[in-house]
């Protein structure tokens, strides 16, 4: 099969003929259709001390069909459509149980072993016990989009928004534009999103937020009459060193700041802008199992504003510069990848 290969850093992903995988007795081997390019790809892929190893296929935003089961595989079959988690759980422990793969000692032992990889390439195998059937009113770009958007949700979930909050949104990547469609259909009142650029506003206001902010200067003031005051809650969805920092000025007293940014390199906060403020400062990462689900249930049942987050689709041969070009300002949401296109 062909797949793109990360071959190291400052290196373009390259493209190669490696073996077909073949399932162990839990596993699935799926024909992946499509896969969304992750602002992590990029990271993992540029980060000499929390990067991909050299061999590895990228790509874990995926949907595909079972081609191949393993001799233990019991619910899925060949021909079904399904797309998959990316944390890894061993299926054995209390955490796995209990729907949460991200608490497995396994996976906290080494993230980096226990990942879904291989979304760059023709085939992957993946454990039965993390695929979730698509139902068929569902596209396999609509498939690759639920990763993400579980991401999302779980962020805005972690804030335990109260009905009505004011909720500033920092960044108008995937992220952010999922966190902005969950906090409005989670109950949030007004709901401003901040960034360098114009590029996502347009989606931005479709997804739910009703206002834009693309102006650095004055932030505060600018969210204060946004949002009719300070925010209650604040989603840091950028990952850049000082992000954190801004998110503490910017919340009220109080407040709430919730980190679902990736940012791999060292950076800088003031405590006693928490402490003076009485700020909760919470991360978020990954999905439980319901959440993951729950994804599925809210697309299948009828939210097509979400499908504009698809602004692209590449092939293979043209993954590698495609992948490059992403590192640098451009009008992407989400650029999927069909290794057969």
Known sequence: MRAAVFEGLGTPLGIRTVPDPAPLPEQVVLRVCRCGICGSDLHMSADPEAGYRPGVTPGHELAGEVVAVGSAVSRLRVGDRVTAMAVLGCGRCAA????????????????????????????????????????????????????????????????????????????????????????????????????????????????????????????????????????????????????????????????TVVVLGMCTGPDVAIPVIGLMKELELRFAVTYSVAEFEQVVDVLARGAPELRAMHTGTVGLDALPQAFEALRQPNDHCKLMVDPWA
């Open 96 to 255: 796995c149980a209990a729907g949460d793969p991200f608490g497995c000692p396994v996976f906290q032992a080494d993230p980096s072993a226990c990942g879904l990889w291989g979304g760059f390439g023709q085939y992957t195998v993946v454990p039965e016990r993390h695929c979730v059937v698509l139902p068929e009113v569902l596209s396999m770009a609509d498939g690759a989009l639920v990763e993400p958007l579980a991401c999302s949700l779980h962020g805005v979930r972690r804030a335990r928004l109260q009905p009505g909050a004011r909720v500033l949104v920092l960044g108008a990547g995937s992220v952010g534009l999922g966190a902005v469609f969950w906090a409005r259909r989670l109950g949030a009142g007004r709901i401003a999103v901040a960034a360098r650029s114009h590029r996502g506003e347009e989606l931005a206001m479709k997804l739910g937020a009703t206002a834009f902010l693309a102006h650095e200067t004055d932030r505060a003031a600018q969210a204060h009459a946004a949002l009719g005051g300070p925010p209650d809650v604040v989603l840091e969805c950028v990952g850049r060193p000082g992000m954190i920092n801004e998110a503490m000025m910017l919340a009220r007293l109080r407040g």
